[in-house]
């Protein structure tokens, strides 16, 4: 190993992490990446980018848990407001065979 070398970064979650909670965000990313709606509407924005399907849902599934960590902590209630004006018009529908 050379020592000017920084070692390589591990990315992602540590071991340490909520398998459950891991699960339950993907797969809700999963769910709303099929169905109507801000999420179908925000996952197939990122699809029309040239974004993978695989990449597309991780990212779908991290907003959804961003989303629900601030209203969480803020005790607010979720607004579609901002997902429905920005992606709406996107037009593009999307098979969701996984």
Same mark, same amino acid.
């Given at each position: 190993?050379?020592?000017? %070398?920084?070692?390589?970064? *591990? ?10 909670? #891991?699960? @339950? $965000?993907?797969? +809700?990313? +999963?769910? !709303?990446?099929c ?11 990122? *699809? &029309? %980018?040239?974004? #993978?399907?695989?990449? !597309?849902?991780? &990212?779908?599934?991290? %907003? @959804?848990?961003?989303i629900?960590? +601030?209203?969480? %902590? #803020? =005790? =607010?209630? $979720? ?7 920005? $992606?709406? =018009? ?6 969701c065979? $996984?």
């Open positions: 190993m050379n020592p000017t %070398k920084k070692p390589q970064q *591990l990315r992602g979650l540590n071991q340490n992490h909520n398998h459950e909670m #891991k699960e @339950i $965000f993907k797969s +809700t990313a +999963t769910r !709303a990446s169905g109507a709606g801000p999420f179908h509407d925000f996952y197939a924005a990122l *699809l &029309t %980018k040239g974004m #993978k399907p695989e990449m !597309a849902r991780l &990212t779908l599934a991290r %907003k @959804i848990a961003a629900t960590l +601030t209203l969480w %902590k #803020k =005790g =607010g209630r $979720f607004d579609a407001e901002p997902f429905v004006s920005r $992606f709406v =018009g996107s037009g593009t529908l999307y098979d065979r $996984f």
